[in-house]
């Protein structure tokens, strides 16, 4: 099986950054994925790792070290559309079919 | 192209009832997922799809069924819905390392 934890919510100011961690223990793995949602609306992918080290796409940048089962996603010069379910999953090299475990999200609220 | 799309996007069932959620996707996917997501507990999986015709069980299939008979298509059925099923049912088909997300239907059941 798979565990898969992350904060419940985090709070930061516009323009600051926030970390969001992701640490997971699972019977394999085979790519660690990051989505966003807004309240109300579909996930919708934000970024993947497999290898170790940082991913970076525009404000956001996402790592992994698989040897320590951890992952982050940095969200640079917060903006207040910004605010949503952040919602990391993991995929399992035991499973080809492309199946994600999902972790419980973790609600960034942006205040001005 | 419209992506994938779920009808109908709200509905109230009394226990016992029966119903078919329908999701439905242009991008020509081999693979389609549905999934439902209740507070705390983040989306689970509840039945998936590796090709038209085929289907299998995720980690929550207990009280629902599909089917895949067109590839475009992937319906989710309650067949005596129950309290324990009202939550938010998001279906999902994916290409390569991307999911793509339908906008979901907001199932009560009473």
């Known amino acids: 099986g798979q565990n898969i934890d992350q904060p419940t919510e985090m709070t930061a100011t516009e323009g600051a950054i926030v970390q969001i961690n992701c640490t997971y223990q699972?019977?394999?793995?085979?790519?660690l994925f990051w989505y966003q949602q807004h309240a109300g609306e579909a996930p919708t992918f934000l970024s993947y790792?497999?290898?170790?080290g940082l991913e970076e796409k525009g404000r956001f940048s996402s790592f992994l070290s698989r040897s320590k089962g951890y992952s982050y996603l940095l969200l640079k010069e917060l903006q207040m559309k910004d605010s949503a379910s952040y919602l990391c999953?993991?995929?399992?090299?035991?499973?080809?079919?492309?199946?994600?475990?999902f972790g419980a999200g973790t609600q960034v609220v942006v205040t001005p | 192209n419209a992506g994938v799309t779920q009808t109908p996007k709200f509905r109230v069932l009394k226990t016992g009832q029966s119903m078919t959620l329908l999701c439905a996707q242009d991008?020509?996917?081999?693979?389609m997922y549905w999934y439902r997501q209740d507070p705390g507990m983040g989306l689970r999986l509840i039945h998936y799809?590796?090709?038209?015709?085929?289907?299998a069980k995720g980690e929550v299939p207990d009280g629902y069924n599909v089917s895949r008979l067109k590839k475009q298509n992937f319906l989710l059925g309650l067949e005596s819905a129950a309290p324990s099923q009202t939550s938010v049912y998001f279906c999902?088909?994916?290409?390569?390392?991307?999911?793509?997300f339908g906008p979901g239907t907001r199932l009560t059941v009473t």
């Open positions: 999902a088909s994916r290409d390569h390392n991307e999911q793509y």
């Open positions: 699972t019977s394999g793995f085979n790519g």
């Open positions: 790792n497999v290898l170790d």
């Open positions: 999953a993991v995929r399992a090299t035991t499973d080809s079919w492309g199946k994600l475990q």
């Open positions: 991008m020509n996917h081999e693979y």
């Open positions: 799809s590796v090709g038209e015709g085929t289907t």
